[in-house]
């Protein structure tokens, strides 16, 4: 699979099977989000624009290969994308995350876009590896990068999907860049 945009790429959106793809050339990748979630397209197909090129390569920038492949790090960015571009905004989610003390968490207020994060699930006490997506002074919207996160014995979140959640539930990564990759 080729993991640098190519011209033909591009965002599809199918409204009678409610689903999201990236189609590139031979290969697609599902977005795991459903049409409905997203806002509306104004047709079914998009072209990748510069902007969208510029992005991918400015994220695929921070990626390392050596704990992630290629196409785990080309799905990754496409769903980073796919959710800056088009997702209708959602509501925080941080009773499903344990609060952090500040030995924990670390200092927070400094949290950034574009870098990785732990969330530590409330129920089962399992951590996992979030990309900061977006942050303010309260909330980060974060896309999960590790392949599953079990949050309940009924929910798992799946590689790619997002959650909000405030400040005091994210742990940061100790590392030099605190990059994900």
Not at 30 to 59: C, E, G, H, W
Request: glycine share 2%; aromatic share 12%; with cysteine.
């Amino acid at each position: 699979m080729v993991s640098l945009p190519q011209a033909n790429w591009q965002w599809s959106v199918d409204t009678e099977d409610n689903s999201v793809k990236v189609l590139m050339g031979e290969h697609s990748v599902d977005i795991v989000y459903q049409a409905r979630m997203f806002i509306p397209f104004p047709q079914k197909t998009l072209y990748f624009s510069l902007d969208d090129v510029a992005n991918y390569s400015l994220l695929s920038e921070q990626f390392s290969v050596d704990e992630y492949s290629d196409e785990q790090i080309c799905h990754i960015i496409l769903h980073i994308l796919a959710v800056t571009l088009f997702h209708k905004p959602i509501m925080p989610k941080s009773w499903l995350f344990q609060t952090q003390t500040q030995t924990q968490s670390q200092d927070v207020s400094y949290i950034e876009s574009r870098e990785c994060v732990y969330l530590t699930s409330a129920e089962s006490n399992v951590r996992a590896k979030y990309f900061v997506i977006d942050c303010d002074e309260h909330f980060a919207l974060c896309l999960l990068v590790d392949v599953t996160h079990p949050i309940t014995s009924r929910k798992t979140f799946r590689q790619g999907q997002i959650v909000k959640v405030s400040l005091d539930k994210i742990t940061c990564i100790e590392s030099l860049y605190r990059l994900c990759f």
